[in-house]
Nanobody, 124 residues
Framework: QVQLVESGGGSVQAGGSLRLSCAAS???????MGWFRQAPGKEREGVAV????????TYAASVKGRFTISQDNVQNTLYLQMNSLKPEDTAMYYC??????????????????WGQGTQVTVSS
């Protein structure tokens, strides 16, 4: 079955950088994969998605220009490079895939397979 395991979270000061990784297994088809985040008391929101078949990406306005989503198809790993981090980026970050559909939305409800999350904390 589909398994997603995130790593790379941690604590960093504002302006710093982190790189999150998501090791995927259990499937070989092209799909939409993405990073999502949820801060305490807030709804889960989409950060960035990528279509594994062609590398097309979409970003939330709040992270565009600071975060980069990428993939390693050989290692079946998804990455999120986060630069110029801000305190408002503090959240639990999740990796997800929609199990083979297209890649048209950052809406978390369109994604059915999720990892356990990794915490990112940015201090001012």
């Amino acid at each position: 079955q589909v398994q997603l395991v995130e790593s790379g979270g941690g604590s960093v000061q504002a302006g710093g950088s982190l790189r999150l990784s998501c090791a995927a297994s259990g499937y070989t088809y092209t799909t939409c994969m993405g990073w999502f985040r949820q801060a305490p008391g807030k709804e889960r929101e989409g950060v960035a998605v990528i279509y594994t078949g062609g590398g097309v990406t979409t970003y939330a306005a709040s992270v565009k220009g600071r975060f980069t989503i990428s993939q390693d198809n050989v290692q079946n790993t998804l990455y999120l490079q986060m630069n110029s981090l801000k305190p408002e980026d503090t959240a639990m970050y999740y990796c997800a895939t929609n199990g083979g559909g297209g890649c048209y939305t950052l809406n978390p409800t369109h994604f059915g397979y999720w990892g356990q999350g990794t915490q990112v904390t940015v201090s001012s």
